[in-house]
Protein backbone atom coordinates (compact mmCIF):
# COMPACT_ATOMS: atom_id res chain seq x y z
CA UNK A 1 0.00 0.00 0.00
CA UNK A 2 1.33 3.56 -1.03
CA UNK A 3 2.20 5.72 2.08
CA UNK A 4 3.50 9.04 1.69
CA UNK A 5 4.94 11.64 4.62
CA UNK A 6 5.42 14.94 4.29
CA UNK A 7 8.10 16.94 6.20
CA UNK A 8 9.56 20.13 6.22
CA UNK A 9 6.60 23.12 7.10
CA UNK A 10 7.20 25.29 9.42
CA UNK A 11 6.73 29.55 9.81
CA UNK A 12 8.83 31.64 7.98
CA UNK A 13 8.62 35.08 7.25
CA UNK A 14 7.73 36.70 3.92
CA UNK A 15 10.28 36.73 1.39
CA UNK A 16 11.55 33.42 2.75
CA UNK A 17 11.94 29.58 2.06
CA UNK A 18 11.44 26.44 3.05
CA UNK A 19 12.00 22.78 1.48
CA UNK A 20 8.81 20.27 1.76
CA UNK A 21 9.75 16.29 2.04
CA UNK A 22 7.73 13.63 0.90
CA UNK A 23 8.61 10.02 1.44
CA UNK A 24 6.86 7.51 -0.56
CA UNK A 25 6.97 3.99 -0.13
CA UNK A 26 9.10 1.78 -2.24
CA UNK A 27 8.98 2.50 -5.87
CA UNK A 28 6.25 5.32 -5.72
CA UNK A 29 7.80 8.18 -6.92
CA UNK A 30 9.25 6.73 -9.73
CA UNK A 31 6.27 4.75 -11.08
CA UNK A 32 3.72 7.34 -9.59
CA UNK A 33 3.05 10.98 -10.89
CA UNK A 34 3.45 12.86 -7.65
CA UNK A 35 1.98 15.90 -6.59
CA UNK A 36 1.75 19.22 -4.04
CA UNK A 37 -1.30 20.30 -3.33
CA UNK A 38 -2.41 23.12 -0.77
CA UNK A 39 -5.79 23.78 1.33
CA UNK A 40 -6.01 27.26 3.36
CA UNK A 41 -8.90 28.08 5.65
CA UNK A 42 -12.09 28.13 3.73
CA UNK A 43 -10.72 27.53 0.54
CA UNK A 44 -10.89 24.33 -1.67
CA UNK A 45 -7.73 21.80 -1.77
CA UNK A 46 -5.77 22.88 -4.72
CA UNK A 47 -2.99 21.93 -7.05
CA UNK A 48 0.38 23.32 -6.76
CA UNK A 49 2.50 21.56 -8.26
CA UNK A 50 2.88 17.86 -10.38
CA UNK A 51 5.63 15.94 -11.80
CA UNK A 52 5.37 12.83 -14.05
CA UNK A 53 7.12 9.59 -13.69
CA UNK A 54 9.27 11.37 -16.36
CA UNK A 55 10.42 14.00 -14.28
CA UNK A 56 7.53 16.53 -16.29
CA UNK A 57 6.81 18.95 -14.04
CA UNK A 58 3.60 21.73 -13.95
CA UNK A 59 3.26 24.24 -11.84
CA UNK A 60 -0.01 26.58 -10.70
CA UNK A 61 0.23 29.61 -12.03
CA UNK A 62 0.47 31.07 -8.39
CA UNK A 63 3.66 29.37 -7.65
CA UNK A 64 5.17 29.38 -11.06
CA UNK A 65 9.11 30.85 -11.01
CA UNK A 66 9.33 30.53 -6.93
CA UNK A 67 8.24 26.89 -6.24
CA UNK A 68 10.21 24.17 -7.67
CA UNK A 69 9.27 20.46 -7.79
CA UNK A 70 11.56 17.69 -7.84
CA UNK A 71 12.47 14.40 -6.98
CA UNK A 72 15.08 11.39 -6.16
CA UNK A 73 13.58 8.31 -7.75
CA UNK A 74 16.22 6.24 -5.49
CA UNK A 75 14.58 7.69 -2.25
CA UNK A 76 11.34 7.73 -3.31
CA UNK A 77 11.17 10.97 -2.33
CA UNK A 78 9.85 13.99 -3.69
CA UNK A 79 10.52 17.60 -2.63
CA UNK A 80 8.85 21.24 -3.27
CA UNK A 81 11.57 24.29 -3.10
CA UNK A 82 9.20 27.22 -2.04
CA UNK A 83 11.18 30.29 -2.35
CA UNK A 84 10.09 33.64 -2.12
CA UNK A 85 7.16 33.13 0.22
CA UNK A 86 4.00 34.96 0.47
CA UNK A 87 1.06 35.35 3.30
CA UNK A 88 -1.38 33.78 0.34
CA UNK A 89 1.17 30.90 0.77
CA UNK A 90 0.11 29.92 3.86
CA UNK A 91 -1.78 26.49 3.86
CA UNK A 92 -1.55 22.97 4.70
CA UNK A 93 0.49 21.05 1.47
CA UNK A 94 -0.57 17.98 0.89
CA UNK A 95 1.52 15.28 -1.49
CA UNK A 96 -0.25 12.65 -2.96
CA UNK A 97 0.45 10.04 -5.86
CA UNK A 98 -1.58 9.04 -8.71
CA UNK A 99 -0.88 5.23 -9.57
CA UNK A 100 -1.70 5.15 -12.67
CA UNK A 101 -0.01 8.19 -14.11
CA UNK A 102 -0.13 9.52 -17.67
CA UNK A 103 1.11 12.67 -18.74
CA UNK A 104 -2.16 14.63 -19.82
CA UNK A 105 -3.29 13.36 -16.04
CA UNK A 106 -0.44 14.26 -14.40
CA UNK A 107 -0.81 18.25 -16.02
CA UNK A 108 -4.13 18.93 -14.79
CA UNK A 109 -3.50 18.05 -10.95
CA UNK A 110 -7.32 16.88 -10.73
CA UNK A 111 -7.83 15.78 -7.33
CA UNK A 112 -9.80 12.77 -8.35
CA UNK A 113 -6.63 11.14 -9.86
CA UNK A 114 -4.78 11.23 -7.16
CA UNK A 115 -5.68 8.47 -4.95
CA UNK A 116 -2.74 8.88 -2.61
CA UNK A 117 -2.70 11.35 0.46
CA UNK A 118 -0.01 11.95 2.79
CA UNK A 119 -1.51 13.47 6.20
CA UNK A 120 -0.05 17.39 5.50
CA UNK A 121 2.46 19.65 6.69
CA UNK A 122 1.64 23.01 7.58
CA UNK A 123 3.50 26.38 6.13
CA UNK A 124 2.47 29.47 7.29
CA UNK A 125 4.12 32.83 5.88
CA UNK A 126 4.19 36.15 8.13
CA UNK A 127 4.23 39.93 6.86
Known amino acids: HVQLVESGGGSVQAGGSLRLSCAAS????????MGWFRQAPGKEREGVAS???????TYADSVKGRFTISKDNAKSTVYLQTNSLRPEDTATYFC?????????????????????WGQGTQVTVSS
Open 96 to 116: AADPLPSAWRCRLMARSNFKH
Open 26 to 33: RSTATAAS
Open 51 to 57: IASSGTT
